[in-house]
């Protein structure tokens, strides 16, 4: 009984440093908690002069990062993992002429769209938003388009009353966010994309149009982005180019 | 010793840091062009004016041409807008006898250029009539043979909602119009104040395929009046709308990793075929939602290798008639793993648990709908349930309805599963009618009487189950009036076969009798001469 004991002992202090010590070696990995992420960790042991026969090596414990130096022409990232950033990135998108020109007595419908390719090896996803630089976004001196105004929800038909004169935008991808997905019937309840539905107005503030979850790294995903201008019949809106200035903004999240 | 060093938290913060100011943007601008012309539309030239009553006169102008795009006119009085048209002609009315008015006109493009304004052009009114006694009865006659002289034409167009009337007099006149189906003329009335001698009006909210009459009415610039015509015509009946039957008997039979559908066709009269519809994710919801196996007028069909790529599949068969309307869909589902028959929808959701609950009610808490809410039609009546069972009878096709208000927005489809006590389960497809009332499925006739079970699975837009209920239907034979005339037709039948047996036998044995007496005097006749 008191030889079995001491084997116990024993082996507690042969073993547990080691289980400890392989506990650690395992922590080094990448760990998620209901608010946070850690994407990049380490664990280091000990350190000091390494030799063989025609190397030798000095090791670090406790790494230190320095951080980033910008400059005009050169971006520094000093120090341990400095350069794991989240790559994102926004292309394909372009100037939108709607078409075709609209009588301005006779009023009628003009579209035009964009598409926004969004790449990210953000693990968490990123959200897509779009916002006009001004109230309201289509302008043409100080004549006006108004932004669409769906009540509550977006409009699953773009209407268009005889005094209106309009813009409005809707997403389409993989990527929509709810609000702009539909039941064949209303917006924001459902599942489907239909094409050319749901219809919104810009507004200054960022509104989200498409989110993900996770990386979509190499390929992206794209999103449609449709506008469309509606004047009424008896809108009467002044001649002229009228033009809307947005801004699509990416975040990896 | 052994010693551990870290530095998790360093590393974390920097690449919170680095996501958040890692945001990228770029700009689009959109533009929109509106109505680009900026020159304006020719002089509309030359003005006319015309007084033509007291209290009328015509204005005619010269066609005006643009480079863009001419869209109107505008017409000033005394330097007043009146009127915006596109035509070139204009009654202005209500204006005052032996008064002079001064006419101008503009011309304005899409864009709303403006063209300048036509030189002015005056006329004056006539003086107001002189108001006639009342008519007496030869002046009355006098006038109704003076109808012939004035009307010179009538042209009536109509389609299923309105019809448009159209006439010329030789003279100008203001009318009225009264129209009914019957000679009262008690539907409409409609009475212009302009003299013309072309007239147009338009009389809708008609029914479809209706004989209406109406009496065309004149009044003169001297403030007689006279009837120009009685007449009637008839709306255009109304297209066929009504959906078919589904299928009926829809069975599949697992061969390998093949599947054969059989079912027997409608017995609609302008049945044209079926579509049959596969999807491996849920029941096709209409003719294009998913890959489309079969199409034409045979009862089975032959799915080779379908099971060998996805472990089930969704069937609906849609039937259509000739008009292109199409059924609810009847629909059937095939698992390869399944040791049994196929599934029908009311296995596909689990409906073991409802089954053990009480019939008629709703077996979940996600939709308060029932089967009390359900309506039962045959022969466009009703039938309520009673002790929630629906009696119905064979030989009639049944439609089946759950009212749209009733059911959320984000629902899906409703499948309604009929199975008889010996029968397998078949089941179909309820859609939104065409008036949006309500979700609806036409059932095949029923065949035999008996006691059916009917059960309702309601899926949402995510084909998850909110709700299942079911109910009975008692399917009986035909009235006894029905069987009565059928059995005595029957009865008939068999009579008048029955005499035309006798008199066929009797016919040959006269024949046999005639031919052995005959034959034997012969005989006779022979032996004698001998």
């Known amino acids: 009984m008191r030889y079995r004991s001491l084997s116990t002992v024993v082996s507690a202090i042969l073993f547990t440093p080691l289980i400890l010590f392989s506990l650690h070696i395992a922590g080094a990995q990448i760990m998620t908690s209901t608010n946070y992420q850690i994407e990049s960790d380490s664990v280091n042991v000990g350190g000091g002069l390494s030799t063989s026969t025609n190397y030798s090596i000095e090791s670090t414990a406790g790494e230190v990062g320095t951080g980033a130096s910008d400059s005009v022409n050169y971006s520094l990232r000093a120090g341990y993992q400095q350069m794991q950033e989240v790559y994102i990135s926004i292309t394909g998108t372009s100037e939108v002429i709607l078409s075709p020109a609209i009588p301005g007595v006779t009023g009628g419908e003009s579209n035009g769209s964009t598409t926004a390719i969004v790449r990210t090896d953000s693990l968490s996803g990123y959200q897509l938003t779009i916002k006009a630089e001004g109230s309201p976004a289509m302008q043409k001196g100080a004549d006006t388009i108004a932004d669409y105004a769906p009540v509550g929800d977006p409009d699953y038909t773009f209407t268009t009353g005889a005094t209106d004169a309009h813009l409005g935008f809707t997403p389409e991808g993989a990527d929509v966010v709810q609000r702009f997905l539909n039941s064949g019937v209303t917006c924001n309840s459902g599942s489907s994309n239909d094409v050319s539905s749901c219809w919104d107005g810009l507004s200054t503030t960022a509104v989200p149009i498409a989110s993900a979850t996770g990386s979509n790294h190499p390929t992206g995903v794209a999103t449609s982005i449709r506008f469309r201008v509606g004047v009424g019949d008896s809108a009467a809106q002044a001649p002229g180019t009228y033009t809307a200035t947005t801004t699509v903004t990416a975040l990896p999240l | ?530």
């Not at chain 2, 959320?408 to 309604?416: A, G, N, Q, S």
Request: net charge negative; glycine share 4%.
């Open chain 2, 1 to 530: 010793m052994i010693r551990f060093y870290t530095n998790i938290f360093i590393g974390t913060v920097c690449i919170l840091v680095a996501q958040v100011a890692f945001a990228v943007s770029d700009t689009v601008t959109v533009s929109q062009v509106i109505g680009i012309d900026t020159t304006p539309p020719t002089i509309p030239v030359p003005v006319t004016v015309t007084p033509i009553a007291s209290t009328q006169i015509d204005v005619a102008w010269g066609v005006s041409t643009d480079d863009q795009n001419l869209t109107g006119y505008r017409l000033f009085r005394d330097a007043v807008q009146i009127a915006t048209t596109s035509l070139t002609t204009y009654s202005d009315t209500g204006l005052l006898a032996s008064t002079t008015y001064t006419y101008t006109v503009e011309a304005y493009d899409w864009s709303f250029n403006i063209s300048t304004s036509s030189a002015p052009v005056s006329t004056t009114t006539f003086p107001a009539p002189v108001i006639a006694p009342a008519p007496t009865s030869s002046a009355v006659a006098s006038a109704s043979t003076r109808v012939g002289s004035v009307l010179k034409t009538v042209q009536i167009e109509t389609d299923k909602n309105s019809a448009s009337i159209s006439w010329e007099t030789n003279m100008f006149i203001q009318y009225s119009l009264r129209w009914g189906r019957v000679s009262v003329y008690d539907l409409g009335f409609v009475r212009n104040d302009t003299f013309k001698k072309e007239h147009t009006t338009l009389i809708d909210d008609l029914e479809p395929g209706t004989t209406y009459v109406y009496e065309l009415r004149a009044y003169t610039q001297s403030g007689t009046s006279y009837v120009l015509k009685k007449d009637s015509f008839t709306t255009e009946s109304s297209p066929d709308t009504n959906a078919p039957s589904n299928v009926a008997d829809l069975t599949a039979t697992k061969e390998g990793d093949s599947v054969k559908l059989s079912w027997d066709n409608p017995s609609d009269t302008d049945f044209s075929k079926v579509r049959i519809v596969r999807n491996y994710n849920f029941y096709p919801l209409d003719p294009s939602n998913g890959f489309i196996a079969y199409e034409g007028t045979a009862e089975s069909y032959f799915d080779a290798g379908v099971l060998s790529t996805y472990t089930a599949q969704y069937y609906t068969i849609f039937s259509y008639d000739e008009t292109g309307n199409i059924s609810s869909g009847a629909v059937i589902k095939v698992d390869k793993n399944d040791a049994n028959i196929p599934e029908t929808a009311r296995e596909n959701v689990d409906y073991q648990d409802s089954e053990q609950s009480t019939p008629g009610q709703n077996n979940t808490e996600h939709l308060d709908v029932d089967f009390s809410d359900v309506l039962v039609l045959q022969n466009n009546v009703r039938i309520d349930p009673v002790n929630e069972i629906v009696s119905i009878v064979t030989g009639l096709p049944v439609v089946i309805q759950i009212p749209y208000e009733l059911l959320p927005e984000h629902l899906k489809t409703i499948v309604v599963t009929i199975q008889g006590t010996d029968d397998e389960p078949v089941s179909y497809m309820l859609r939104v009618n065409k008036d949006k009332s309500a979700f609806e499925a036409m059932i095949p006739s029923f065949a035999y009487s008996g006691e059916y079970s009917i059960a309702f699975s309601v899926y949402d837009y995510k084909t998850e189950i909110l709700s299942v209920f079911d109910g009975t239907l008692l399917v009986k034979g035909m009235s006894a009036l029905t069987q009565f005339t059928q059995q005595t037709a029957e009865i008939q039948l068999s009579v008048r076969t029955i005499l035309i047996a006798v008199l066929f036998v009797f016919l040959l044995s006269s024949y046999a009798l005639y031919f052995f007496v005959m034959r034997k005097r012969s005989g006779e006749d022979k032996h004698l001469g001998a």
